[in-house]
Every structure is written in structure tokens, then in C-alpha cells.
DNA sequence: TCCATAATTCGATATTTATGGAAATGTAAG
DNA sequence: CTTACATTTCCATAAATATCGAATTATGGA
């Protein structure tokens, strides 16, 4: 995963209504759920309902189908899938960052190095 | 991981520049990174960085230690780990997430329910 | 004490984001 | 074709964020 995606990805999580609407929806199953009956659950304004669950689709989290005069709104596991990838191939060097006790030494970096980096003082 | 806290660190996350910053004291390891150097290596200006290491300290995902002249930051593995952790339990549903091909079904969830929701119309 | 340097805070500004009423669009049914 | 309803778009407004020069606050060395 790219980071501009991963960056859309977390901007589109980090906001308490649509958390809690993908969280709603990843309850829901593969299925999904109508904008209707999500507004109901959560108690959000439909005008402000279109506009996180646009925010969501537009970060590939969400996927919609319409159905008659109805849209049904999913979660997209393959996204959140490569989210929590990105986080843990990116943020934790290596570490296993899942995994219990981690953190310290860091061991040698398979991975891709940045590079740019290091240049003078202080020396370390 | 409570919903507060992991809103808290995406938004922290959820910007270039940060999410620039964190990588890098990832990958710096737990002795962590002069501001300074910071500053030098992603080429940000004092002012702008001092404000987005203060909000990443505050989503607790770096921490800080004097040293002479020099503040020393360095990544947060374990509230990485929490955020990881919290993604993987909340938002895929028991699908074990980070595995292959996740996805389908939704097997029975053995956890935790909002319970809330559920109300009326359509009846799916 | 005085100077240089590291980092933060202050303050002004520009941009983005969130909210929700009202109007518009689409779809089905009478 | 008219009405009912689901959802989105439009629009105005409020609030939160990002940027960065300039001033301020440490801290150490001459």
C-alpha cells in the first residue's frame, strides 16, 4: 500500500462518526446496510451521513450497491486488510509490531531504508 | 485500546508530514532523534515540526527525553502495537484481518457486540 | 555575564473539515 | 402523472488544522 492511500485510509478512520460507521458496517457483514438504517443505529443527520460515507468511499474503506431505491453500504476488508499491512510493514520496523514484546534493538531492517536521511550533527 | 485513544493516534497519523516523522523514528530505532535532525532529514521548518511532534506526543505515539541542549524523540512501539492491536480487533470482525485471503462469511464472532443497533426498516 | 544554539510558543493566516437545513435527484408505486 | 420516500447535492457556517516568521525560553560554553 502507498502511503497517500494509507494517509486517506487513517483520515477517513480518524473521525469519531465515521469509525464508528465503518466499525457498524464491518459488524454488518459482507452484506452491508442501508444509509437509512445506519443513520438510524447512529443517530446521524442524512445530509451528514452522505458526506462520511462518501469520505469512506472515497478512501476505498467502503463499497455501495444500489438496490432498488435503496444503497446498501459494505465494508471493504481488503482495505483495512492493507491498512494494518502498511502499519505494520511501515511503522515498526520489522519488529513484528503484532506480536507481544517487541520494541528494542531493532535487529537489521530487511526492508527498504528511506536513505535521504542521516546527515551531521549531532553524531549520535 | 479504547475508541478515544485510537481516534487520537490515526489523526496523528493521517498527515504527511507525521506520518513522515514517525516512520523515521521507527526506522531510527529506540534511542531515538535529535528535533534538529528531524528537521534536516524531511526538511521542515522548527515551527511546524515542534507542532507536529506535540501532536503525535499527545496520541502518545512518541515520547521525549532531554539531553543537555537536545530533546531526543523517539517512536512509541507499544501504543503502535495498541492501534495495530485495536484495528485488527474492531474493525474486521474476528476475520483474523492481517491473514490472506480474510473476508466472506463472517463466522460467528466470538466477540464483543455493540449491540445498539438493530432496529428497523428494511428488514435486510 | 554574555553569546550562540536547540527547541518551543505566539500570533496571523490560509485551508480543510464537519454539520445540517433545504432543495434536487432517483426510483417505485398508486 | 402524482405522490412518497431514500439518498445525495448545495450552501452557509462553525470549528479544527497546518504553516511559518518572529519572539521567547532553556542550556551550555567562552
Not at 536513505?115 to 550533527?121: C, H, L, P, S
Amino acid at each position: 500500500m502507498e502511503t497517500k492511500i494509507a494517509i486517506a485510509a487513517l483520515a477517513a478512520l480518524a473521525q469519531e462518526t465515521r469509525l464508528a460507521v465503518f466499525r457498524y458496517l464491518v459488524e454488518a457483514g459482507p452484506q452491508g446496510v442501508t444509509v437509512g438504517r445506519i443513520g438510524e443505529a447512529l443517530d446521524v443527520a442524512p445530509a451528514t451521513l452522505s458526506f462520511h460515507l462518501k469520505e469512506l468511499s472515497r478512501a476505498g474503506l467502503i463499497t455501495s450497491r444500489q438496490e432498488s431505491r435503496f444503497i446498501w453500504y459494505s465494508a471493504n476488508y481488503e482495505s483495512m486488510n492493507a491498512l494494518i499491512a502498511y502499519l505494520t510493514d511501515n511503522c515498526c520496523q520489522g519488529q513484528a509490531c503484532g506480536v507481544a514484546g517487541a520494541a528494542q534493538a531493532k535487529p537489521k531492517s530487511t526492508r527498504r531504508k528511506t536513505a535521504a536521511a542521516r546527515k551531521k550533527r549531532p553524531s549520535r
